[in-house]
C-alpha cells in the first residue's frame, strides 16, 4: 500500500505522463491551455461534451514551460463533464496542464505588455488578420476579425468580436463564429436586416446577419487528403445585438461552385441593402475576378455578373465626390488597396477609371462600414495592419480608422485615406512650432516624453534636396530628384509626386510602439510601415540630406492609450 500511494503521489506531481484525453468537468467559465510559439508538436483537440465535439482546434501544446496561456469560454457547457482529448489519438504530456477556472491571471498585465499596440486594436491572445462584418448599430461599432484565439500563428479560423463607442476604445467579446462541420470561418461581412427579409428577428432588437465564407480544408479529416479546399457561402443570425450567434440551418446558402468556376477560390462575401433596385447585393471574389449576386432575404442568391479585377476580399461602395451628394462614383476595391472608380446598377459594374492604388506597406483586406447613421455620413474603414509582435502571446493589428473620400486631382478623381477626426480625443499634451530648421526641430522633440505620437508638418521642398524622418532605428527618406519614399534603406520604395509640382508635402503621422503610418498630402498617399521594436526609442527626427530642410509648422501630440492604462 505505501509503494502505490508513493507512486500516485508522484505521477502527480510531475505532470509528466503522456495521454491522450483529460477529463474535465466545466463548473468553471474557462479551460486554460498552455502554448508554445511553435514547433512540430501542432495537435489537433477535441472538446467533448456529452459525446458531441463541441469545438475542435489546433494548438502547440507544450509538455512544461509555456510561452503563454490562452482560454477557452465554456460558460455555454454549464456544469456538465467534459473530456479534452487529441482527435488522432496522439499522447501529449501538455495535456497535464490544462485547467479550468474563473480565474485568469495571466492576463493581468494585458495591454502593457512591452510591444503592445496602445493606440491600434489587437486582441487578448492569439492571432488576429482580415476585419470582418463591420458594422454600426445602436451606438456601438462591431469589429468582428479572423481570429486563432490558440496561437501565435494564423489558423483555426474564428470570428473574433469587439465593440466601441468610439471608434477608439475596445471591449473584446467572446468568439462569435466557430468552425464547424462544413468549415472554418472565413471573411465576410454584416448587415442590420431591418424588414427582417430573412426571417430571423424573434424579438425587439433588429436582427444582424453575418455573411461569411465556410472553408473546408481536407486536412480537417484524414480520408479527404489530396482534396481540393472547398469554399462555399453561409449565414448566421444575432437577435441581441451580436452578443450570441445563431448559424442558419439550411447553410451554405451558396454551395460548391468548383466545378462551375474551375477553381477553389471562392470567397470573402461583402454584403449590403441596395435601395434603388430594392436587393441585397452581395460582391464575391471568384476565380480571378469578382461576381455580383442579389437576394431578396439573404438566403437565396443569384448570380447577376462577373467582371476579372482584382483579388480577394472585395468591397463595392458609393462616395460623393468632393463632398458633392449629387455626384458620386462607386468604388471597388480589394485586399491590397488597389480600386476602380465607375457605375453600378445594382447588377453590374462598369468600370470608368482605374486601377489606381491609395495605400501601400503593411496593410490588407481593409473593409468599411455598413449602417453609419444619415446624419454622420462618413465611410470609415479599418484594415488589417500586417506587423509581428515578436515575443509576445498575441500577433498582427488593426490599423488605425480611416475615413474614405472621392476628391477631384489633376488626374482626375482619386480615392484618399485620412485618420478619422476621434484621433483627436486621445491627445494629451500638445505641442507647436512654425518655420523652423530640422536641427531646431529635432532640440524640441528630444523633450518629448512618450513614443506613441500623432504628429502633423508640413515640409518645404524647394530648401533641400531630400530629407530623412527617423523613428529610432528606422528610417523614411523622401528624395526630390525622383519623388521617391525609401524606408529602411529601400526595403520598402513608393514613388510620389506632389500635386501640380507643389512645393511642399504635409504628413500626418501615427506613431505607435510597433507601426508607424504616414499620410501624405491629407491622405492622397498612405504608407504603413513596421517600427524596430526596441525599448526606448527615440520617436522621430528630421535629417536633411544637404543640411537644410525648411519646416513650414510642426504640432506634435502626445497620446492617450486605448486601454486607459
Known sequence: MKIIVLVTMTLICSGALAQNNVKLKLDKQYVHLPVSYDGND???????VENEAVREFDIFLPDANPDF????????????????????????????LVYVSDNRKYLDNVYSEDFRPQIHFSTMRGWINDPNGLIYYDGEYHLFYQHNPYGYDWGNMHWGHAVSTDLLRWEQLPEALYPD????AYSGSAVIDYANTSGFQSGDENVMVAIYTSTWFPERDQEAAGETPLERQSIAYSNDRGRTWTKYEGNPVIGDRRELLGTGNDRDPNVFWHEPTQKWVMILFERIG????????LKDWEQQSHFETFWECPELFELPIDGDAENTKWVVYDAGGDYVLGDFDGKEFKVTSGAHNYINGEFFAAQTYENIPEEDGRRIQLGWGTI?????????MMA????????????????FNEPVAEIEELHSKAYSWENISGEQANEHLKNIGTDVLHVKCVIDNISTNGYRLSFGQDELRYTIRNNTFIYRDEELIFKYMPENGSNEITYEIIIDRTS???????????????RTQTIDQEPLAFSPEDERINIKSLEVFEMKSIWGK
Do not use: C, H
Open 42 to 48: 501542432e495537435t489537433r483537440l477535441q472538446l467533448i
Open 69 to 96: 496561456w490562452v482560454f477557452l469560454d465554456v460558460s455555454e457547457f454549464g456544469n456538465k463533464k467534459a473530456t479534452l482529448k487529441t482527435r488522432y489519438g496522439e499522447e501529449k504530456k501538455g495535456l497535464n
Open 181 to 184: 462541420e462544413i468549415g472554418v
Open 290 to 297: 469578382l461576381s455580383i449576386f442579389n437576394s431578396d432575404n
Open 388 to 396: 509581428q509582435s515578436p515575443g509576445m502571446p498575441f500577433n498582427m
Open 400 to 415: 488605425f480608422p480611416t475615413e474614405l473620400t472621392l476628391r477631384t486631382t489633376a488626374k482626375g478623381v482619386r480615392m
Open 516 to 530: 508607424i503610418e504616414v499620410f501624405v498630402d491629407n491622405g492622397r498617399l498612405t504608407m504603413i510601415l513596421p
